[in-house]
Structures are given as structure tokens and as C-alpha cells.
């Protein structure tokens, strides 16, 4: 990405998640937090170790990781967005969270020295780098030699917007992308999300060159489950798809809400919430050094 695009990207994607941090994971859905708890359980941090939680929004997988490295091992968060830091910051003051710390940074920039991290987390968030493969590279020198990265992503299919699992083939058009700004156009998405992060073998490749080694590539289910259609949508404005719903006209976006709720309603068992396993891709790896 050019640095003049890279900048008005960023400042977007930053505009997004600052505007959705209030609510962020606290609309009745539950979908990062077990996501979080899956990724710690994965990276099994170990009491004394230092963890860094890349872009840790509230801190799904942060505050789980910090209570598995307990008091002598520390847990450090960084996020792009401000508005995310504050959320996670007042809720480690209000839980008693002694050995986290907060920072606003950009990830794809960690201000760190070398070897100064057991662990790496990246909870849906190194998806959003304008060039993740560089910043792997990063990573790999910042991670000690017994140290490993865990992170997760959406299993990307081409048929849906990135941040909708496969169960929403049809109901968003592709028609309704057309109203996002370039950063997001199609072959924007394909080259930032789909070109590294699609075929697993491409994936393993990426992490070899980036340093890492014994990297494990695996597809799990995590369930998702809103009271209703309705808590959905109003929950999918606090997430990626935010993006779509903040470009879309008034109208369309009226029209798409209708059906999404008319649709998700209709898969539920009445009275009963509805639930979706949604696959979340879940990579490991080592750094070679
Ligand atoms: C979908 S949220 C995931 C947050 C958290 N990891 C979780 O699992 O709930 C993505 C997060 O990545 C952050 N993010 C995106 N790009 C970033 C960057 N370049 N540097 C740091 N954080 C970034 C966003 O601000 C947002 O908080």
C-alpha cells in the first residue's frame, strides 16, 4: 500500500473501531469473548510469562491471558484505536488487573525491543494490517526464543463481505459493496485479506518467510449466539461490518436490515436465541530463532 493510502485507510479503519469501542462485545452477543478464551487456551500462556495482545480492542483474549500469566508475568495491549485502550484500560482498574498495560499504537509499528514477549495474540486484528505479512516479520523478532504467536481470522470465502460467515451467502449483495470507498473494493479486499490468509498453504508459506517455523493452521467452529435477529444486526455495528453499514445509502441500508432480521429470526427455534457456528481460522506458530 502507498503511505498516503495506507494513512486514510488507517485513519478509517481507526475512525470505525473508535466509534464502535463503547459497545464493542457488550451487546448481548456472545462471539469474542469465547473466541478470546479459545485463542489463550491455544497459546497457553504460562504464569511469568510476558504476553502482547496485538490490536486487543476490550481485551478478549487480553484479560484471559493476563490471568493465566498471574503476577509475576505481564500482559501488555496495544490497539489503534483510543477509544478500545480506554474501554479495556477502565476495566483492568475496575478488576484489579495489576499486571496489564495499556498502549495506543499501531501494530504494524510495535515500539518494543527485541525478544521482549513469551507470546503474541492477535485476535481478529492482524487481518486489518495494510501489509500483515511485514509486520509477521516484526513479530518473529519480538518473541523470545521459547516464545509463539496465536491468532485468528475469518475463514474468507469470496461469496460474502469478509467480516459474515458463509451462512450469509445471498443475503448481503455483492451489488451493495459498490458503495464502499476503495480501500474496500473487491480486489482491495482479495489483495489484503484473501492473498495470504485464503489457502492455508499460502498462510504456511507467509509465516516461513516472515521466521516463523512449526506453524499449525486449523479451522474451529466458535458459537455465536444473539438473543435475536434483531441483536445481531444492531451487533454487527460494532464489528467489521461496520465498515459496510456506514457507507451504505440510508435506503439500502433500511432494506438490508429488514432482511438480515427476517432471515436470522427465521432460523431461530422460537423463543429461543438464535445460534451460529461460525469458522474462525486459528494459527500457531514458533519463531525460528
Ligand atoms: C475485530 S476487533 C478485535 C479486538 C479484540 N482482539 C477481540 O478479539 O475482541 C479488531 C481490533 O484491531 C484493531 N486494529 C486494527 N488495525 C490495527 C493496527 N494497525 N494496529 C493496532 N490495532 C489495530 C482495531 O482497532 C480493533 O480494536
Redesign the pocket.
Known amino acids: 500500500m502507498r503511505p498516503a493510502t495506507e494513512t486514510s485507510y488507517?485513519a478509517g479503519?481507526?475512525a470505525v473501531?473508535d466509534r464502535a469501542?463503547p459497545t464493542?462485545?457488550r451487546m448481548g452477543v456472545e462471539f469474542?469473548t469465547p473466541?478470546?478464551r479459545r485463542l489463550v487456551e491455544r497459546a497457553a500462556p504460562a504464569p511469568g510469562e510476558r504476553i502482547l495482545?496485538?490490536?486487543?480492542?476490550?481485551?478478549?483474549?487480553l484479560f484471559p491471558a493476563a490471568a493465566r500469566v498471574g503476577a509475576h508475568g505481564h500482559a501488555t495491549g496495544?490497539?489503534?484505536?483510543e477509544a478500545?485502550i480506554e474501554q479495556a484500560a477502565e476495566q483492568a482498574e475496575r478488576e484489579g488487573f495489576d499486571n496489564v498495560e495499556l498502549l495506543v499504537?499501531?501494530?504494524?509499528r510495535p515500539d518494543f525491543p527485541e525478544r521482549s514477549f513469551d507470546v503474541v495474540l492477535?485476535?481478529?486484528?492482524i487481518i486489518?494490517?495494510?501489509d500483515a505479512p511485514s509486520a509477521l516479520t516484526t513479530y518473529a523478532r519480538l518473541l523470545s526464543g521459547s516464545g509463539r504467536i496465536a491468532f485468528t481470522s475469518p475463514v474468507f470465502s469470496d461469496d460474502v463481505f469478509p467480516f459474515l460467515p458463509p451462512m450469509f451467502t445471498g443475503l448481503v449483495p455483492q451489488s451493495l459493496l459498490r458503495h464502499l470507498p476503495s480501500d474496500w473494493a473487491p480486489e482491495r479486499i482479495r489483495e489484503r485479506f484473501h492473498s495470504w490468509l485464503a489457502d492455508p498453504d499460502v498462510l504456511e508459506a507467509t509465516m516461513g518467510r516472515a521466521g516463523f517455523t512449526d506453524v499449525e493452521v486449523e479451522d474451529e467452529t466458535v458459537e455465536l449466539t444473539a438473543p435475536s435477529g434483531t441483536a445481531w444486526v444492531d451487533w454487527s455495528h460494532t464489528?467489521?461490518m461496520r465498515v459496510l453499514w456506514q457507507h451504505l445509502p440510508e435506503e439500502e441500508a433500511a432494506a438490508l436490515r429488514a432482511r438480515l432480521i427476517s432471515a436470522l429470526d427465521a432460523a431461530r427455534p422460537e423463543g429461543r436465541p438464535l445460534t451460529m457456528d461460525v469458522p474462525v481460522r486459528f494459527v500457531t506458530a514458533r519463531p525460528r530463532h
Open positions: 488507517k479503519l481507526t473501531f469501542a464493542y462485545d469474542f473466541m478470546g495482545d496485538v490490536g486487543c480492542g476490550r481485551g478478549a483474549s496495544i490497539d489503534i484505536a478500545m499504537m499501531d501494530g504494524e492477535g485476535g481478529y486484528s486489518f494490517f495494510s464489528q467489521g
